[in-house]
């Protein structure tokens, strides 16, 4: 089993839409988690982190379940410019494991 | 404030040559890491380092060698260079604080390719 599993997609869906991602983990003792958006040939960069209580910033909404070892990113009102590959991260043993990565296509 | 930079952006080398890939942040983070991404691959690991003068190994270090001499700086080595090691090249740095890992800041990567 992969320590970060993601659905790799692509996940095609019109401008407007919501989507959601989901990404699971193996280690239960991970104390850190992210979601990191990276564009064609460029580096990652941080959409968010996420914390045990949920966040959200504008229409992205972050969710952590301890219980079930699992981390979800959700997307309302999809722009064209959301199209981009979305890596879920987790922390372990003082590295940062990345997932492979979920691409989002937008169509107009 | 950089953040993050890495030169050089492109690279062409032939097989057998030696290189170094400079990496610098300037926000005082105490980790630093290396990865490699191949063409519609996630990030490999292949060196961090959790302080100047420690370094470990990750994922993928054969053919690579690091050293950490200052906060600021984690140069990568390739050393006889192989067609296999055509890739991208990010270098990232993080805080981490009583245990906690805060996230990763990436530079803009170098394109490396041997032939």
């Known amino acids: 089993r992969k320590e970060v599993e993601q659905d790799p997609g692509p996940f095609n869906v019109p401008e407007g839409a919501t989507v959601a991602f989901n990404c699971t983990y193996s280690n239960s003792a991970s104390q850190s988690f992210f979601w990191y958006r990276q564009d064609c040939r460029k580096e990652p960069k941080l959409l968010m982190s996420v914390y045990s209580s949920g966040n959200e910033d504008g229409r992205f909404t972050a969710q952590l379940n301890r219980a079930s070892q699992y981390i979800s990113l959700l997307i309302r009102d999809s722009k064209l410019s959301d199209s981009a590959t979305y890596l879920c991260?987790?922390?372990?043993?003082?590295?940062?494991?990345f997932g492979q990565g979920t691409t989002l296509q937008v169509k107009p | 404030n950089a953040g993050v930079t890495q030169t050089p952006k492109f690279r062409i080398l032939k097989i057998g040559q030696s290189m170094t890939l400079q990496c610098t942040q300037d926000?005082?983070?105490?980790?630093m890491y290396w990865y490699r991404q191949d063409p519609g691959m996630g990030l490999k690991l292949i060196y961090y380092?959790?302080?100047?003068?420690?370094?470990d190994k990750g994922e993928v270090p054969n053919g690579y060698n690091v050293s950490r001499s200052t906060t600021e700086d984690f140069p990568l080595r390739l050393e006889l260079a192989a067609p296999s090691q055509t890739s991208v090249y990010f270098c990232?740095?993080?805080?981490?604080?009583?245990?906690?890992?805060?996230?990763?800041?990436f530079g803009p990567g170098t394109r490396l390719t041997v032939t």
């Open positions: 926000m005082n983070h105490n980790y």
């Open positions: 991260v987790v922390s372990k043993a003082g590295k940062l494991i």
């Open positions: 990232a740095s993080s805080y981490s604080y009583a245990g906690q890992l805060y996230e990763q800041y």
């Open positions: 380092s959790v302080g100047a003068g420690i370094t």
